[in-house]
């Protein structure tokens, strides 16, 4: 995963985005598979050999200067942590990673618990879409959320799902997806 500073590009752009830097890529052997456009960055979901790296940030340049890069496999991680972690790359709008180490934290879950961090897995998928510009497969995911998320109220480890069903609900009414922080 490489962020790169965002300058001034939309989710509307993420295809031509995701084109730009398969050209750029191109004599490389770089596999740039999506582009997500958060405010601040634009990540590229990119394979390519360990020693081509350099390379493909210093290929990417013309689209922005590097902010950040994550290798992004499946780790083992505490539950507790995986809740932190995936609370900050939601809030940073890094909805990708967000999901991924929610996704560590319901392999962990039982019964209840399970289907509320799978809807909350969901909120950060469909904002992933969002990033894509696919808004009408985010309305669709955030109905699956709804319906994993049920009846439970309150909070989960410091996540205010009232708030996530309030947002979500008002967005599918609306057609209006507005990121919010949990």
Known sequence: MIHLQNNGYLPINSRDLVNEARKLCSDIGASVRVARVASKFVEFDVTVEKE????????LKPIGKLDNVRHVVEEEIEKEDGIKDGIFYFNNERFWESHEAWEGVWK????????VIQGIILVAAAFAHTQKNDDG???????RALEKIGDFSGTYNNIDVDKIRRKITEMR???ELTIFQI
């Open 137 to 143: 497969i985010a309305l669709g995911i955030f109905g």
């Open 108 to 115: 962990k879950c039982q019964g209840k618990e399970r289907e």
């Open 52 to 59: 081509k790296f350099d390379a493909v940030v210093e290929k």
């Open 173 to 175: 009414q609306t057609k």
